[in-house]
């Protein structure tokens, strides 16, 4: 995007910085791709437990979740921990927890909808004191574009909300947004006969991580996913990450000839 390399980690290095220090020059302005390839097909690990879950090898990807990716901080008044009255506390970090609580509700509410709140900065973070400030990250996934936007609709609702019933201000920035990707028809086809000569009744799911293939798709290459099962139920990019040998060979019985069809 045509700011991304303004974007600034924890430590204050930026992308752009970052990438220069990597000894890669300057950001491009302009995409890499060039002209784009007539089909891509990626295989990848579930990154879940639904195929080890169901007994299957390889499933058969329908879509790619959309995912939104909000920043909210509240903003209360600091005070001591045993003089201030509940009913006259401005509590920056009560607000932030019951968004917390209210947000996995509405998920568990919208069917495939998922929320993780997986960071919250609490200030001052003293043990004797009231938080005058909380900041967390709220990313919200759906398989669809009118889920996500009924996700986040009602998580930005709740926050206003909890913020008010908390006498306290709440901001709200949306740090990054993907769409929801579905994979290509005419590809998925493909996919889908490759892999019944290897499972007579494929298994088909979404993905609820983002990969490479959405990022192709959001730019019109037709794509399509095949996932392997996971046997550490879904843990990827750690130690723990294993798909046993006879997923491995089966993903590849299928990759090969969805490839020679693709490629005639």
């Known amino acids: 995007e045509p700011d991304e390399g303004d974007l600034r980690d924890a430590d204050g290095i930026s992308v752009a910085e970052a990438f220069a220090a990597l000894g890669f020059g300057e950001l491009p302005t302009e995409g890499w791709l060039g002209e784009g390839p007539a089909a891509f ?31 909210f901080t509240y903003a209360g008044r600091r005070g001591h921990a045993g003089t201030t009255p509940m009913e006259l506390r401005s509590d920056a970090l009560g607000a ?91 590809v998925m086809d493909v996919v889908r006969r490759a ?21 192709l798709g959001m730019a019109g290459v037709p794509v399509a996913m095949l996932f392997v099962r996971s046997d550490a139920g879904g843990v990827s990019h750690a130690p723990e990450e294993l798909t046993e040998d006879d997923a491995l060979v089966a993903c590849v019985q299928a990759l090969e000839p969805a490839l020679r069809e693709l490629a005639t």
Request: charged share 20%.
């Open 195 to 215: 892999v019944a000569a290897v499972d007579p009744e494929p298994f088909e799911l979404p993905s609820g991580a983002g990969h490479d293939a959405q990022i």
């Open 41 to 71: 097909i990626e295989t990848h690990i579930e990154q879940g437990p639904v195929l080890l879950a169901h007994g299957r090898q390889l499933g058969v990807v329908t879509s790619i979740a959309g995912m939104v990716g909000v920043e």
């Open 96 to 186: 932030a927890a019951q968004l917390v609580v209210e947000a996995h509700g509405i998920a568990r509410s919208i069917p495939g909808a998922v929320t993780t709140i997986g960071r919250l900065v609490v200030e001052p973070g003293a043990t004797n004191t009231i938080p005058n400030r909380a900041t967390l990250f709220a990313d919200m996934r759906a398989p669809d574009d009118a889920r996500v936007g009924e996700l986040v609709g009602r998580i930005v609702d709740e926050a206003q909300g909890s913020a008010a019933d908390a006498r306290c201000s709440v901001e709200i920035a949306e740090r990054w947004r993907y769409p929801a990707t579905p994979m290509d028809p005419s």
